[in-house]
């Protein structure tokens, strides 16, 4: 069973910095793109960053250079390092494994961050 486990989400104030981390069990990590998602209150699911297999990283274009998302695959873990926090980036955040043996790919359960102006 493959499961995703997000941590590293909380309160921070605006002009902070986080980390989020995820690690993924139940299947061989360094085969997948992986992908980073938020959802705001009201608001869709978005992707603010991707990377692949190969840890070649991505990101929408309208996402500013404050998101940076890294892989360590001798841990299983995914990383999204977020600087200069505001206010709108509080949402949930979402890990994502794309694989094609499961429609829709893997999620985790998401994290939480609250960016306090």
């Known amino acids: 069973q493959v499961q995703l486990a997000e941590c590293g989400g909380g309160l921070v104030q605006a002009g902070g910095s986080l980390t989020l981390s995820c690690v993924v069990a139940g299947n061989i990590f360094s085969f997948y793109a992986m992908g980073w998602y938020r959802q705001a209150p009201g608001k869709q699911r978005e992707m603010v960053a991707r990377i692949s297999a190969t840890s070649v990283a991505n990101y929408p274009d309208f996402m500013s250079g404050r998101f940076t998302i890294s892989r360590d695959n001798t841990k299983k873990t995914l990383y999204l390092r977020i600087n200069n926090l505001k206010p709108e980036d509080t949402a949930v955040y979402y890990c994502?494994?794309?694989?094609?043996?499961?429609?829709?790919?893997?999620w985790g359960q998401g994290t939480q961050v609250t960016v306090s102006s």
């Open positions: 994502h494994q794309e694989n094609v043996g499961r429609e829709g790919g893997y």
